[in-house]
């Protein structure tokens, strides 16, 4: 089992800046690649950023230029900059792991952790 704890989450006006970071700990063999999902009320869920276990990202569209994600061991990071309106949403991590080296990765996801941006 991978446990995952997010925190970082808050209100903020628009401008502002908020840095969210999730814990992965429990019975890990391996981690593919990390990364942050949001939701906003009635929309689905969307990628935000990734991060493979070599160091690539990927980023959406819409955070580029703004948001940076970054990794330091089983932590997972996302620097959110210039926060806007509507990058107001539940923000969740996620985990690709590996908790044998005989099973496949799979993927595990946070409670989420509620970012408000206010205009």
């Known amino acids: 089992q991978v446990q995952l704890v997010e925190s970082g989450g808050g209100s903020v006006q628009a401008g502002g800046s908020l840095r969210l970071s999730c814990g992965a700990s429990?019975?890990?063999?391996?981690?593919?690649?990390m990364g942050w999902y949001r939701q906003a009320p009635g929309k689905q869920r969307e990628l935000v950023a990734t991060?493979?276990?070599?160091?690539s990202t990927n980023y959406a569209d819409s955070v580029k230029g703004r948001f940076t994600i970054s990794r330091a061991k089983n932590t997972v990071y996302l620097q959110m900059n210039s926060l806007k309106p509507e990058d107001t949403a539940i923000y969740y991590c996620?985990?690709?792991?590996?908790?044998?080296?005989?099973?496949?990765?799979?993927?595990?996801w946070g409670k989420g952790t509620v970012v408000t941006v206010s205009s």
């Open positions: 991060i493979t276990s070599d160091g």
């Open positions: 996620n985990v690709v792991a590996q908790t044998s080296p005989l099973w496949s990765a799979k993927d595990c």
């Open positions: 429990g019975s890990i063999y391996s981690i593919n690649s």
